[in-house]
């Protein structure tokens, strides 16, 4: 063979340090080349699973808002401390509101706490009916040693 004429099996057709391109991949096999389509598109799937994010959204939040609307029709008590007299070693003296409708009756649990916040004395009284939305009581708590603070536990409607 002529050595000025090259043999096209063994010559190297492309530029040296060029990678060669890669095969073209057959039309529609893999699905639509990215780019090629025009504008933005969502699929189907991610269309769904937004739609389901949005109900599972919608449908919690109408559940809080029921379960508000119920709390707050149903009657309920509140309440605050307002201060606290160490009478004597043996006595503490609380004062505390409650709120509720006017007319409803509560029983309160109310505690005396010596200074490492253990119960020293406690007694549950029963408050109402008022005709005001929100009282002011004052109970005295025996003990068992001397209180360093006194507070309501808590309050239930009685039945």
Same mark, same amino acid.
């Given at each position: 063979?002529? %050595?000025?004429?090259?043999?096209?099996?063994?010559?190297?057709?492309?530029?040296?340090?060029?990678?060669?391109?890669?095969?073209? !991949?057959? =039309?529609?096999?893999?699905?639509?080349?990215?780019? $090629?389509?025009? /504008? !933005?598109?969502?699929?189907? %799937?991610?269309? $769904? #699973?937004?739609?389901? =994010?949005?109900?599972?959204?919608?449908? !919690? /939040?109408?559940?809080?808002?029921? #379960?508000? =609307?119920?709390?707050?029709?149903?009657?309920?008590?509140?309440?605050?401390?307002?201060?606290?007299?160490?009478?004597?070693?043996?006595?503490?003296?609380?004062?505390?509101?409650?709120?509720?409708?006017? /007319? $409803?009756?509560?029983?309160?649990?109310?505690? =005396?706490?010596?200074?490492?916040?253990?119960?020293?004395?406690?007694?549950? @009284?029963?408050?109402?009916?008022?005709?005001?939305?929100?009282?002011?009581?004052?109970?005295?708590?025996?003990?068992?040693?001397?209180?360093?603070?006194?507070? @309501?536990?808590?309050?239930? !409607?009685?039945?």
């Amino acid at each position: 063979m002529d %050595r000025s004429t090259p043999d096209p099996e063994t010559t190297d057709q492309h530029a040296p340090g060029a990678e060669a391109p890669a095969p073209a !991949l057959p =039309a529609g096999r893999y699905g639509v080349a990215p780019g $090629s389509r025009p /504008g !933005l598109r969502v699929g189907r %799937r991610v269309v $769904s #699973w937004y739609a389901v =994010a949005i109900t599972v959204f919608c449908v !919690l /939040g109408t559940a809080v808002v029921a #379960w508000i =609307a119920v709390d707050n029709a149903t009657g309920s008590v509140e309440w605050k401390g307002y201060g606290f007299e160490v009478v004597s070693p043996e006595q503490v003296d609380v004062t505390f509101d409650v709120t509720m409708e006017p /007319g $409803s009756v509560a029983t309160c649990t109310i505690d =005396a706490m010596n200074p490492s916040f253990a119960q020293v004395g406690s007694i549950d @009284v029963t408050v109402g009916p008022n005709e005001a939305r929100t009282a002011r009581y004052t109970v005295s708590v025996a003990t068992s040693e001397e209180a360093t603070t006194g507070n @309501v536990t808590v309050c239930d !409607l009685a039945d």
